[in-house]
T-cell receptor, first 117, second 111 residues
Framework: GAVVSQHPSRVICKSGTSVKIECRSL??????MFWYRQFPKQSLMLMAT?????????EQGVEKDKFLINHASLTLSTLTVTSAHPEDSSFYIC?????????????FGPGTRLTVT | TQLLEQSPQFLSIQEGENLTVYCNSS?????LQWYRQEPGEGPVLLVTVVTGGEVKKLKRLTFQFGDARKDSSLHITAAQPGDTGLYLCAGGETSGSRLTFGEGTQLTVNP
């Protein structure tokens, strides 16, 4: 089955610094990847849609200058949280579509726990 | 914006009991997916339903897509402690589009 990895799994950073999270599709090429944010005991909130070779599409209320997304290849998308603040602490999850797999499925990475101190 | 209402939000049952989780919307979805998520991990896809009235079975789990493609249900028979987790329904508007997630159902199956 389609496998998506994320790195790092956990990261702690100081307020004001930037953090980069990587999302990779391991056994398929993904033209579209999605970035979600999840707070404890809550559902997933879509932050942005990442398209290979073009600019990401951000959901309403998500600051594109704070959450930088780069989808430079068909197997890698990165999310950079710039000038992180404690309120950015959350569980960040990416997903990817396999264009040659099912038409609707998204496959999720294991998530990255970000803690900003 | 399409919304998915999931119920119940929390469910705590004894091993061996049956349960049903519901996912409802006023909007039509082209597909409906169910995921299960454990703490600290990403959601794992359980099933995708795309045809109105479709029923899919996965061992003790039965998934149904409403005739009008606005609602879905997940039924678990003889629940086991290993079924414990957060169950999420997600609707797709068109093929390849983003997913709209329900609020989730936190299931706890006590031994």
């Amino acid at each position: 089955g389609a496998v998506v990895s994320q790195h790092p799994s956990r990261v702690i950073c100081k307020s004001g610094t930037s953090v980069k999270i990587e999302c990779r599709s391991l056994d398929f090429q993904a033209t579209t990847m999605f970035w979600y944010r999840q707070f404890p005991k809550q559902s997933l909130m879509l932050m942005a849609t990442s398209n290979e070779g073009s600019k990401a599409t951000y959901e309403q209320g998500v600051e594109k200058d704070k959450f930088l997304i780069n989808h430079a290849s068909l197997t890698l998308s990165t999310l950079t949280v710039t000038s992180a603040h404690p309120e950015d602490s959350s569980f960040y999850i990416c997903s990817a579509r396999d264009p040659f797999g099912g038409a609707y499925e998204q496959y999720f990475g294991p998530g990255t726990r970000l803690t900003v101190t | 914006t399409q919304l998915l209402e999931q119920s119940p939000q929390f469910l705590s049952i004894q091993e061996g009991e049956n349960l049903t989780v519901y996912c409802n919307s006023s909007s039509v979805f082209s597909s409906l997916q169910w995921y299960r998520q454990e703490p600290g991990e990403g959601p794992v896809l359980l099933v995708t339903v795309v045809t109105g009235g479709e029923v899919k079975k996965l061992k003790r789990l039965t998934f149904q897509f409403g005739d009008a493609r606005k609602d879905s249900s997940l039924h678990i028979t003889a629940a086991q402690p290993g079924d414990t987790g957060l169950y999420l329904c997600a609707g797709g508007e068109t093929s390849g589009s983003r997913l709209t997630f329900g609020e989730g159902t936190q299931l706890t199956v006590n031994p």
